[in-house]
């Protein structure tokens, strides 16, 4: 281990070290969601008309195919954790060449898949006909990006699993800055509009995504090394990684399924509505980064410690995750609320844009929490070896929800308005976060170890109930 890579099994300074763990993921969240609002604020104020609505309408189309596959980004992170919490080195490079031949493998496949059905569907979610050319143009060169996207989003998994939280924000923060650059440039001075911040996104991905590699290739010492040479694709590992991974991509592109429904019935409210929902969403985006980030310290520092054999610090882990859910919540939404109008202006301006995303921010960020509860949670199943069950729940208590929400609910006229689109969502947070926290303390109790640190299997039931 080096200085870089955290101390995630030992007891002593657990939570200390899960906080240090966590700061870096959420400033290259926030990082990330700053450069993508300055997309929107950039190309809103200097590019054509309707430039905000158009990316925004994009959102939930990009997350429900992208987030699929980001979603075995999950499995990497996972898989490498206990092979480090258990000190396998061996498995733990037939991990790191198995991500990175996935990553290149699917990122190009989703590329040309996004890509070449663009508009038809934009079509499908019923984009209004004043943007849905530049929507068009956007999420085409968008898509084209891709494989940098999950180069980046696969090779900051492996650091990540071993304690190295650092590297992915360094690399990211001048990918970022450099995208800000050029969408002055080709915003403004080559006037290329939303076309331009789609290019410019493109670029800032490729440099992630080669800094990443890069560094990969030249460092010396840790838990893993990366040598271009030695590269080779591994069934088991693969298979390991895609069974925890595939439910947890599934589970964000069926969320994204619900989301892209909410986005049509939007659409159909017009275009102010669709600007002040996208501005209140990219607003919204800075606090759910923030309490994911605390997620993604729970699944892995449980992983390790369940790799490692330690029943009692996975406990400790997710109350702990919990704890800086809740005061990440509390200091963001309070942040963001006070400030909602400026803010906003700096998205929109006209008033009925600013009024639809100024109640869709007091409905979504008073509540919050509870999605930082629910992703915690389902994050904690997954490192104990449950990776289908959050998926199936979130599917039956989130998502089905939403959609019966959509189309039963929604047309009545009391209810064919954004707020009450927005109430939907809270609804669904606490029916699913209920679900995963009742499994998870029912399945953690059934947890044992032996001395070796492998996990006793209770009974077969619980095989067939990871392995579904």
Known sequence: MNAKEADMISGNGLFKNLCLFIIPILLTGLLELLYTASDLIICGSFGPENSTAAISDTNALINLIVNLFLGLAV???????????AGDREGAQRVVYTSMILACILGVAVGAFGAGLSRYFLIWMQTPADIIDLSTQYLAIYFAGTPFTLIYNFSSAILRATGDT????????????????????????????????AICTA???FIAAALSVIYMLIKRGGFFVFRLRELRFSGAEAAEIIRVG???????????????????????????????????????????????????????????????????????????CLMLVTAVWAVFSGIILAARI???KLYVDEEQAIRAGEMRLFIILATYFLCGYMDTFAYALRSIGYSLLPTVISLVGACGFRLIWVFFVFPIDY????EWLAVSYPISWVMTAGCHLIFFIVLYKKLSFSPDGQEKKINPADNIAKDA
């Open 415 to 418: 209810f064919h308005n954004i």
């Open 203 to 205: 670029i800032s991905q």
């Open 342 to 344: 400026p803010l906003l």
């Open 246 to 320: 595939l439910p947890a991509g599934l589970q964000a592109a069926v969320f994204s399924l619900s989301n892209v429904l909410i986005q049509s019935s939007i659409n159909k409210l017009g275009t102010a509505v669709v600007g002040g929902n996208g501005a209140a969403s990219s607003l919204e985006g800075f606090v759910y980064t923030a309490m994911n980030s605390c997620a993604q310290g729970a699944v892995t520092f449980a992983s390790a410690n369940y790799g490692a054999g330690n029943k009692a610090n996975i406990k400790r882990c997710i109350l702990y």
């Open 75 to 85: 499995g990497a992170n996972v898989v490498m954790a206990r092979r480090f919490g």
């Open 166 to 197: 650092r590297r992915p924000f360094v690399f990211l923060t001048i990918s970022g800055a450099a995208n800000v650059v050029l969408n002055l440039i080709f915003v403004i001075v080559f006037n290329l509009g939303v076309a331009g911040v």
